[in-house]
């Protein structure tokens, strides 16, 4: 009952409708311009947007609350989980209502490239919920007591992060006379697009998994996911140094230092591409057996499906290097574009590779996609981005290249 319901949390990361990214963004800018009225303004809109989406998400909950039945939704038939499953739903959905504009404070710590404080209190929030679940187990508590262990140090931990801030930065305290409608109308549109670039690239990214299951079944729909699991570990972990240039990118592009932005992007590029290309060349030799002493023999990846996997670890990380970029820029639409693209050619391309090669087909459906529709337009479009932001004609080819 607890992965179902954390399953369906996760589906409501989503909820802040892209907002946060957008704070970001514009907070990011005005930190480059050194303009503290213009982030003041930008964080009092974001929060109180945040806190209003909240507000209804609260009271779509409180009113739907007696009429779900949340043991048949959540799948449990015991009379204990039965009992649990109301108050448990009612524990994680209140610390998410909390959370929500809360999470502005990470998002704004990023914007002025403070992301190792937000890993700082991440760090910690883990310690505290490891210690509150073990005083939990020991105690008999239940299972809502168990989330509530699990879920509350990272509230608390947003709150103290951003009491931190607003220590160092008391000009950013939300208030709501800073609240301004013209903010609201540009952190909502920028928050849209960001909104929809996130579930495109979600659909595309999570859809193989159920390809495989629709077509070929859950065997090798599980193959297919602890594969992809594997190969992908390299890459997450290269995401993490990537998104800390999101922020750095808009500050500079704020400050016209169009020769870091060259030197940086070039850099990220061939960072990105030599760790996952290291990582995905040893998987390649070594991953079938990797895979089957780690599952015990339970799967056993062909050949073709770890080479699609090891090739589309390198290319989206390479690009996602760029996309970095093309965030921090603002470049919304296009991305968009590309990503719904993606995500309809990749379905499309998944299913009848599938059914005509197999399993690997999937990947390779993927890969495919991705190039036609994604990597070879933004070839194409970045030196246009970079000289629309005054970067010299020859460092857009430089880093094109």
Not at 7 to 14: A, D, E, K, Q
Not at 206 to 219: E, I
Not at 250 to 276: M, V
Not at 359 to 364: E, R
Request: proline share 4%; with cysteine; aromatic share 10%.
């Amino acid at each position: 009952m607890l992965a179902a319901l954390t399953g369906l949390m996760s589906m409501l990361v989503f909820a802040d409708l892209g907002l946060s990214n957008g704070l970001m963004n514009i907070v990011s800018d005005a930190n480059g311009k050194d303009d503290k009225s213009a982030a003041a303004i930008a964080v009092s809109s974001g929060f109180f947007m945040l806190a209003f989406v909240a507000i209804v998400v609260a009271a779509v909950f409180v009113l739907g609350f007696p009429y779900v039945d949340w043991a048949q939704l959540l799948g449990v038939k015991t009379a204990s989980a039965v009992a649990d499953a109301g108050p448990t739903a009612v524990v994680l959905l209140t610390l998410f209502v909390i959370g929500l504009p809360l999470g502005t404070i990470e998002r704004i710590r990023l914007a002025y490239q403070e992301g190792f404080l937000n890993a700082t209190a991440a760090i910690g929030a883990a310690l505290l919920s490891l210690a509150a679940l073990i005083l939990v187990i020991v105690a008999g508590g239940g299972l809502p007591l168990v989330v509530l262990a699990i879920s509350l140090p990272p509230v608390l931990a947003l709150a103290i992060n951003g009491l931190f801030l607003l220590r160092r930065r008391p000009w950013l305290m939300p208030r709501f006379r800073r609240f301004q409608r013209p903010m609201a109308v540009r952190l909502a549109r920028l928050g849209f697009l960001f909104f929809v670039l996130q579930l495109a690239v979600a659909v595309a990214y999570q859809s193989d998994v159920v390809v495989a299951a629709a077509v070929l079944g859950a065997g090798a729909a599980a193959t297919y996911a602890v594969t992809l699991k594997v190969f992908l570990l390299v890459p997450s972990l290269v995401a993490m140094f990537l998104v800390t240039l999101w922020p750095a990118y808009t500050e500079a592009l704020a400050r016209h230092d169009g020769a870091w932005i060259r030197r940086t992007l070039r850099r990220s590029i061939w960072i990105a591409l030599g760790a996952t290309g290291v990582a995905s060349l040893v998987l390649v030799i070594a991953g079938s057996w990797f895979i089957r002493t780690w599952t015990r023999n339970a799967v056993d990846p062909p050949f073709e499906l770890l080479v699609g996997a090891a090739l589309w670890a390198v290319v989206s990380t390479g690009f996602n290097a760029v996309a970095m970029l093309l965030n921090a820029a603002s470049v919304m639409a296009f991305q968009v574009v590309a990503a719904v693209s993606m995500a309809a050619l990749s379905i499309t391309l998944s299913i009848a590779l599938a059914n005509t090669i197999g399993l690997a087909g999937i990947i390779w459906g993927t890969l495919l996609a991705y190039i036609l529709v994604s990597a070879l337009p933004v070839c194409i479009y970045l030196p246009r981005v970079l000289r629309q932001f005054g970067i010299a004609e020859t460092g857009a080819r430089e880093v094109a290249r």
